[in-house]
């Protein structure tokens, strides 16, 4: 198991749709624990493969002291909202009010291939959401209401870390406090 960097807003990669997964080889078990070390590290709630740098369609999260995976996800959301608030360990330090389907069921595969169903609701709804996002190119600052994005987009552009992101994996260390995304980070 290896802790990788996370990478930053500003990286390609975090804007570019990731691939289904074909294998579900060795490598496939690796990344999926190298994704749960570096979100736990984090800490934060889930992670995204390409927020590693590895374009595929594999999330991991943390909610409720439950740890889980899924591979090629498909969401079916409630048409039903939730409020609240949200971060992205891709955009340190930041919290906003995110609008989210209050329900939502994925179906994907485990490491192992095998067919899996996940129902959640509220911040196990969101982080499916979050996450199956990240897998298309699509990020919070996308889902956010357009009042709420300009006000984000301001703070982004005002931190310690805009303009630091590299597309090599060479993410320089940042310094943030252990909760950061007050246990928000996606
Ligand atoms: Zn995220």
Redesign the pocket.
């Known amino acids: 198991m290896a802790l990788q960097p996370i990478r930053l807003f500003g990286d390609p990669v975090l804007v570019t749709p990731a691939s289904e997964v074909i294998d579900f080889d060795k490598e496939l078990r690796q990344l999926v624990a190298d994704l749960t070390e570096t979100m736990q590290a984090a800490p934060g709630a889930?992670l995204?493969a390409p927020?590693i740098g590895v374009p595929l369609r594999v999330f991991v999260w943390d909610i409720h002291d439950e740890l889980g995976h899924l591979i090629n996800p498909s969401l079916d959301l409630s048409e039903e909202l939730q409020e609240g608030e949200e971060g992205?360990?891709?955009?340190p330090d930041l919290v906003y009010e995110t609008p989210r389907a209050l329900r939502a069921v994925a179906k994907g595969f485990n490491m192992h291939g095998e067919p899996v169903v996940i129902e959640g609701t509220e911040l196990l709804a969101r982080c499916l959401q979050?996450?199956t996002d990240?897998l298309n190119g699509v990020?919070?600052i996308d889902r956010m209401k357009s009042e709420q994005r300009k006000i984000a987009m301001k703070e982004i552009r005002e931190s310690e870390w805009f303009g630091l992101a590299t597309t090599d994996g060479s993410t320089p260390i940042i310094k943030t406090s252990p909760h950061s995304t007050f246990g928000l980070?996606?």
């Open positions: 889930g995204a927020q992205c360990l891709s955009f979050h996450e990240h990020l919070f980070g996606l």
